[in-house]
T-cell receptor
């Protein structure tokens, strides 16, 4: 079955440590996205990529970094510069130009819950 | 600025009653509007989408949404709520341009009581 896989499901980070969240898709989607979810704040876009080796900052990119070396993979690194990283992180993918396709939206992974300890 | 607003943090409804979850939007040009559902500790699942045409859009699990251009609204509805519909619901609008970005509302928790 095609899908999008995020790992790990739970992740604990110590102060000053960088951690990397994995996101892999086998849907042949060109576009991939990272969102952060905090209670009562909805989803906020961190980074997105529409093509391999290219990505753009979203609304809250500070303290995060990404790479897009392969079409299938879009890992997110939470750096020590991110002062409040505890949140639920969601990765999504889509076809470029999905907007005009009926019954088509993002496909989401099941998320990674990151906690600072 | 493009935005989506869900004015209710929580909606409570009795099982078997109709439900409405409200959404209003602000976007330049013709909007592409979405509804997603999220169950605890899971990703979001696509429910339905408005592109153009019929203002009443039918989606998964018996949900539908009504697009109202004059009121810039896209309310989610279901004629008869189920306890299993209890979840967090997000409205989203596609950002203008070709970025494919979705802008999400803050979410509305739907609680259906037996």
């Amino acid at each position: 079955d095609g899908g999008i896989t995020q790992s790990p499901k739970y992740l604990f980070r110590k102060e000053g440590q960088n951690v990397t969240l994995s996101c892999e898709q086998n849907l042949n989607h060109d576009a991939m996205y990272w969102y952060r979810q905090d209670p009562g704040q909805g989803l906020r876009l961190i980074y997105y990529s529409q093509i391999v080796n290219d990505f753009q900052k979203g609304d809250i990119a500070e303290g995060y970094s990404v790479s897009r070396e392969k079409k299938e993979s879009f890992p997110l690194t939470v750096t020590s510069a991110q002062k409040n990283p505890t949140a639920f992180y969601l990765c999504a993918s889509s076809l470029v130009g999905f907007g005009s396709l009926p019954n088509y939206g993002y496909t989401f992974g099941s998320g990674t819950r990151l906690t600072v300890v | 600025a493009q935005s989506v607003a869900q004015p209710e943090d929580q909606v409570n409804v009795a099982e078997g009653n109709p439900l409405t979850v409200k959404c209003t939007y602000s976007v330049s040009g013709n909007p592409y509007l979405f509804w997603y559902v999220q169950y605890p500790n899971r990703g979001l699942q696509f429910l339905l989408k408005y592109i153009t045409g019929d203002n009443l859009v039918k989606g998964s699990y018996g949900f539908e949404a009504e697009f109202n251009k004059s009121q810039t609204s896209f309310h989610l509805k279901k004629p008869s709520a189920l306890v299993s519909d209890s979840a967090l619901y997000f409205c989203a609008v596609r950002s203008s341009g070709n970025t494919g970005k979705l802008i999400f509302g803050q979410g509305t928790t739907l609680q259906v009581k037996p």
